[in-house]
């Protein structure tokens, strides 16, 4: 059986100057394989850009814009799939456009536009340097009648002419393949996003206002281009979502508003329409004639306004101290020159007489002595007047109780309906705000911006992030050398592995 052995520091490094040669080229074998590896392996650009999320002051005292959008749900919109397709057709819209700019007509154009100065450009910096206006013309011209009505064209032109010309020029030399081969996968790898979390506690978590976001791409210009286009259709996809939302709230706020007008002028006519069939002026009339006939006394009606002072300290929107004005209806009698002819009046006298007479004649035949015929007779007229009277006051009482529950139901009604017009006028009154508002976002229709975000714009990178050669080349000198270092140990332990063998055999390779 063969001795163990082991290595101490003279053994080790005896066995690296032994070997030097070996480690040496194998060294220098892998150091060359790691430059060019990092020479052929695929590049990868990094562009970087930031969105910030503020809401202006003056947006929070709009009620017909919702509530506002979180960097978390502008986070959520940035990173939808479908977004990531309307990335795709983009790219795809953009390189067909260039094509299109650049073939006759339209670069003669862009050339006449920019006269002298479009000596010193190359095709695609013409491209770069021609305003928008010119460069919808163009493509509207050389646009295909089905793409004339996309929605994101407007959006895909602005994007289009805030590219670089070496961006313009990465468009055009991409092959239609490659953009075809780019799936929604691939961008979920390719574009990034997220929000850095300031504090965290157990009651609540505070994240940052700022959307870091980065685009990986094989070109440095390709990577702006990719990280520029998905902001430019991230801004569009949020204003048109918050717009949407803001004219959903316009037409609900001036829909509500219609309905309203019109269910106050039904009710005003309405109104009109029981006034005249009540003929309430005619029954109060009628009524007062009555209680004069009857009373001797005319009811007034005294109408008139209280102001009283009213304290809010709840509500800090609201003024300290308002006015509060309180309508009461007073009602009085005075007497009238018919009193005297007045039934109760005359009832009260009648009574009065005949009790006079009544008890007269009563102590004269008491006394035992006959009555005189005629007060018999007068009496008996007072007491016939006085059966009439009352009969007269019960009609007149039924009459008054009639017209009274008659009126109190019309004014009850009456009162209803002003009571209905009255809340129909303090909706419109409390829309009237909202309307305002609407008026106001429909004029600056073109130049209001619901989305709260701004932009940072990526630029150029000036460093790929990988592969970075200097620390691949050093990587792969210092791997190469470990592993021909322990490939050298490997060849000098097989030796002392296999030589003891090889002693005890023979001349003639038999054991002696």
């Not at 092959?175 to 574009?191: A, C, G, I, N, P």
């Not at 997220?194 to 506690?201: H, L, M, P, R």
């Not at 007489?353 to 007068?378: L, R």
């Amino acid at each position: 059986m063969a001795e163990t052995f082991s290595y101490d520091l003279v053994a080790f490094l005896r066995v690296l100057y032994r070997r030097r040669y070996f480690i040496v080229k194998g060294t220098i074998a892998a150091a060359v394989l790691s430059i060019i590896l990092s020479l052929v392996w695929p590049q990868t650009w990094r562009a970087y850009a930031k969105i910030l999320v503020t809401t202006p002051k003056y947006k929070e005292q709009l009620r017909l814009i919702p509530k506002q959008f979180d960097v978390l749900t502008y986070r959520g919109i940035m990173a939808q799939d479908s977004l990531y397709q309307e990335i795709v057709s983009t790219l795809k819209w953009q390189r067909q456009a260039i094509h299109r700019l650049l073939q006759e007509p339209a670069l003669g154009r862009m050339k006449q536009n920019l006269r002298e100065k479009a000596q010193t450009l190359n095709q695609f910096q013409l491209i770069e340097n021609t305003n928008i206006p010119l460069m919808t013309e163009l493509l509207a011209l050389t646009t295909p009648p089905g793409e004339a009505s996309e929605p994101l064209l407007e959006a895909r032109i602005y994007m289009l002419a805030h590219l670089s010309g070496e961006q313009i020029e990465e468009l055009y030399s991409t092959r239609e393949s490659d953009l075809d081969d780019l799936t929604v996968f691939d961008l979920r790898k390719m574009l990034r996003c997220s929000v850095a979390v300031i504090k965290e506690t157990n009651l609540e978590t505070i994240y940052s206002q700022t959307i870091e976001l980065s685009a990986d791409y094989n070109t440095a210009a390709g990577a702006a281009m990719m990280a520029n286009t998905w902001i430019g259709l991230f801004e569009k996809r949020a204003e048109d979502i918050l717009r949407a939302a803001v004219e959903k709230q316009i037409i609900l706020t001036r829909e509500s508003a219609a309905k309203v007008e019109i269910e106050l002028a039904s009710a005003e006519a309405e109104l009109a329409e029981i006034r005249i069939a009540s003929n309430l002026d005619r029954l109060q009339a009628e009524a007062a004639s009555l209680l004069i006939h009857l009373t001797g006394v005319a009811p007034i009606h005294l109408a008139g306004e209280k102001k009283d002072e009213d304290f809010n300290l709840e509500d800090e929107n609201q003024p300290f101290m308002k006015e509060r004005t309180k309508i009461y209806d007073a009602l009085s009698f005075e007497m009238t020159p018919q009193y005297a002819e007045a039934l109760i009046p005359k009832s009260r006298e009648l009574t009065k007489s005949f009790a006079a007479q009544k008890n007269w004649i009563g102590a004269v035949e008491k006394q035992g002595n006959a009555a005189p015929k005629d007060a018999q007779t007068s009496l008996l007229k007072d007491e016939t007047e006085l059966e009439a009277v009352h009969r007269q006051i019960a009609e007149a009482t039924q009459q008054i109780s009639y017209l009274n529950q008659t009126i109190r139901r019309q004014e009850t009604k009456i009162a209803a309906m002003e009571r209905f017009i009255q809340q129909k006028r303090n909706a419109l009154q409390d829309l009237q705000p909202l309307l305002n508002e609407a008026d106001l976002l429909e004029n600056r229709q073109n130049s209001a911006q619901y989305r709260d975000v701004s932009v940072g714009r990526a630029i150029k990178p000036d460093k790929r992030v990988f592969p970075r050669r200097s620390i691949m080349v050093v990587a792969g000198t210092g791997l190469g050398w470990a592993l021909f270092c322990g490939l050298a140990f490997f060849l000098d332990i097989w030796k002392q592995v296999i030589a003891p063998e090889a002693e005890s055999l023979g001349a003639d390779g038999r054991e002696p």
